[in-house]
């Protein structure tokens, strides 16, 4: 024992590094939770179950699913992770053997359920974007301008989905996904910030998601999607909401308010952008700022 710590501190110390140890554990394997989420709703396993309409064994799953036979022992680990992380409820069966049921979280993606999160759980969980996450130090190192997608795949992520047809729909889904679970909070909980408005241009409105929601609900409400030129060409045909293509750095169209779904890390620098730029143009204009993990924002 070092001169000068007491038996008491010196097991206070071993206390606290046996503490941090499990927390580098927990934070380095943080992602084998992630990656077996993605392998469950790949696999549809949350759809086999709301179907069969009653909990579900693994061996009635293995019965209904494409998983090799030598495999198959692997299945039941997924599905206790799932379970501990609150993805699916277990309960015995009358074999002893374990029968699985959705819960809330896992009943939010299943596909044919209108406020899916599926897509956007598959899209942000894909090798193509958790790839440039392993590359952050030496971004960080670089003197290559450009977010960490550009340092990894060579072009920004609207780069390539112009380019690519089957990119571009897949992030089109992925957007729209949690967009269609924000909206329904949004106009049911803050209607007010529409009070009054006969014009809005939802900025970065993607394939029309969020603006057919709020047109749906405020009939007289002009809506109007402004996104680049590849994203609108995808816009679904609608009586309720008009697409113009372009740039949000050079122009925005005029409206009495424009919308923006945001998230935290880009909220505070678009909004001032908007607000200064846009807003500032157009005395009286709102700017109305929305996002899954942040507060509903509006500036005048």
């Known amino acids: 024992m070092t001169m000068g710590i007491s038996t008491a501190e010196a097991a206070s110390s071993a206390d606290e590094m046996l503490l941090a140890q499990t927390q580098v554990f927990h934070h380095v394997m943080a992602h084998v939770g992630s990656m077996s ?12 179950i709301h179907a069969h309409g009653r909990p579900m ?28 992380m609150g993805y699916f409820k277990a309960q015995k069966a009358r074999d002893e053997e374990d029968a699985y049921s959705l819960t809330p979280l896992s009943t939010i993606l299943l596909k044919n359920s209108p406020i899916s999160l599926r897509a956007w759980v598959l899209g942000t969980l894909s090798s193509h974007m958790t790839v440039t996450w392993q590359f952050l130090s030496a971004w960080l190192q ?19 989905a112009s380019e690519n047809h089957e990119f571009n729909s897949m992030l089109n889904e992925f957007m729209a996904s949690d967009t269609r679970f924000l909206m329904k909070y949004v106009v049911e909980k803050c209607g007010e910030a529409f009070e009054g408005l006969r014009t809005l241009v939802d900025v970065g ?30 816009l679904p045909e609608s009586p309720l909401v008009d697409a113009i293509g372009g740039s949000m750095f050079e122009s925005v169209p005029e409206a009495d308010a424009v919308f923006l779904k945001v998230n935290l890390s880009i909220c505070f620098f678009l909004m001032l952008f908007l607000n200064t730029y846009i807003v500032g143009n157009n005395q009286g204009c709102k700017c109305i700022g929305y996002g899954s993990d942040m507060a509903f924002a509006i500036y005048n």
């Open 205 to 234: 409105g993607g394939t029309g998601t969020a603006a057919r929601a709020i047109a749906e609900a405020f009939p007289r409400l002009k809506c109007t999607v402004y996104d680049l030129p590849h994203v609108v060409a995808c």
């Open 37 to 48: 989420l993605k392998c469950v709703v790949e696999l549809d396993i949350p759809d086999i």
């Open 57 to 84: 064994t693994v061996s009635g799953l293995l019965s209904k699913l494409p998983v090799s036979y030598n495999k198959a022992p692997f299945l039941p680990r997924f599905m206790r992770i799932l379970t501990q």
């Open 142 to 160: 670089s003197e290559m301008p450009g977010c960490t997608h550009e340092f990894e795949h060579g072009k920004s992520l609207w780069d390539l």
